[in-house]
């Protein structure tokens, strides 16, 4: 089954939502914001993908952080940022078979469907 991780109100989340089901893949949507983030799946995360695409420096949260927040960012640091502020997670997060997607693309597309 494929764990989708995003919040409702995201459109790249409702799109994904639509094609699985359209595709007729078995999956479950975590809500970040009502259904929380344990530390151990961002960790995971950003082991499998890395901190930068992790990270969502477009959404408003993030705009709204200070500059001392947004400095001197590092694995850690984008942790307990993403700890504090969910929304910093780039969505949505895709959980399949042992490995993590991050973002809606073709190329995540074709790795679901395997």
Do not use: Q, Y
């Not at 459109?11 to 595709?23: Q, S």
């Not at 995360?45 to 969502?56: K, M, P, R």
């Amino acid at each position: 089954m494929i764990t989708v991780v995003g919040i409702k109100s995201c459109d790249t989340c409702r799109k994904a939502l639509a094609w699985l089901k359209a595709e007729e893949l078995k999956h479950h949507f975590h809500d970040l914001r009502t259904d929380g983030l344990e530390p151990t799946r961002v960790a995971g995360w950003i082991d499998a993908c890395g901190w930068e695409a992790v990270l969502n420096r477009r959404s408003t949260t993030w705009r709204g952080l200070s500059d001392a927040e947004k400095s001197d960012l590092d694995a850690n640091k984008t942790m307990a940022l993403i700890m504090e502020h969910p929304t910093l997670a780039k969505r949505p997060v895709f959980e399949h078979k042992g490995r993590t997607h991050v973002g809606f693309t073709e190329a995540v597309k074709t790795l679901l469907k395997s």
